[in-house]
């Protein structure tokens, strides 16, 4: 079986340092918020460019701490609204509703999965105070046309970066033109993974990196003074050391993710089956390669016949939730389409020329 993401074979070259690195934390005894998180903060924010990193918990409290922290800062009050893709995982969404804001659905565009801006406008109200913008698959969104709407209703961005580790850093993005955040994710399986939980927030806001410091921290910057209502959400400090080993493997990984993509978009003929778009520029890091076909389960099962395994990303758009029963009634035609048509492909740095040379054959005999 070609596995979809073999995480073993992915932290395999790095078991020894990993093993290293597990002595040196203990040799240390210091445990929580010491010198490897705070190394990892100083490295991961000169890759992204921007003044700060606050390493926390995992990728939806970095996002539910940044609502917060605005909130803190009187950027936004609860009962706000903040647009979101429609098609976005739920965590974009719960980050939401926990700090008490409202998410506003906005279809995205088929071809790209990202927030249609075209539709942005028509959502705005004297309530609108932020755009979320999802970089779903590792593809950014229209980054350009997104900040021309903030700027022009003096709106903030918030980028949930979570699936496109890299690609922020080769593009003019909103951290370099408004105070504003992006969020990111080191769950295992993402382009960056730990091996464990893990998080972070970048942003070049002196202001909301302080009062992000201490949210994280129960609201304390300072033991047992709190000045805010926090969270504990910090990043751990193992798992900032192995992070601290993976991130200089990054950009070449992503490149070899860029390959195999590439191998996949000029090798796979099947009018049955819809090929993600890519200009073949830096904008993509394909966390995930996902195609489109009206026949999601035959093809499904057809290539878990022929050892190929696949994941659905994801099988219930938000607003079919049952977690949702105030949006059930609601209809988004093109979400709806997206998640009862996509596939994931097997996707890592580490398939085989062999292994997606099969995969394209299989595919195309399909």
Known sequence: MISFLDLKKINEPYETAFQQKLKLVLENGWYVLGKEVEAFEKAFAE???????????????????????????????????VIVPANTYIASILAILQADLVPVLVEPRLET??????????????KTKAILAVHLYGQIAEMERINEIA??????IVEDAAQSHGVEKNLKSTI????????????????????????????????????LFSLRNYGSEKKY???YIGLNSRLDELQAG?????????????????TVAKRYLTGIKNKKITLPFWDFSNNHVFHLFVIRTENRNDLQEY????????????????????????????????????????LSLPMSPVLTEVEVDFIIEILNQY
């Open 47 to 81: 890759y992204c460019q921007s003044k700060y990193c606050i390493g926390v918990g995992n990728g939806l409290d970095a996002l539910v701490l940044i609502f917060k922290g605005y909130i803190e800062l009187g950027k936004f009050k609860k009962g706000d609204e």
């Open 113 to 126: 999965y990202n927030i249609n801006p075209d539709l942005i406008q028509e959502k705005i109200t004297p």
């Open 225 to 227: 003074y709190n000045e």
């Open 176 to 211: 370099y033109n408004l105070k504003s955040a992006i969020t990111y994710s080191f769950y295992p399986g993402k382009n960056l993974g730990c091996l464990g939980d893990g998080g972070a927030i970048t942003t070049n806001d002196s202001d909301l990196a302080k009062v």
């Open 242 to 258: 192995f992070l601290n080993l993976k991130l200089p493997h990054l950009d070449s990984d992503n490149d070899k993710r860029r």
């Open 303 to 342: 290539l878990t016949q022929n050892n190929i395994q696949t994941v659905i990303h994801y099988p219930i758009p938000p607003h079919q939730q049952k977690a949702f029963p105030q949006w059930n009634n609601l209809s988004f035609p093109i979400t709806e389409k997206i998640h009862n048509e996509v």
């Open 151 to 156: 700027e022009k209703h003096n709106l903030i």
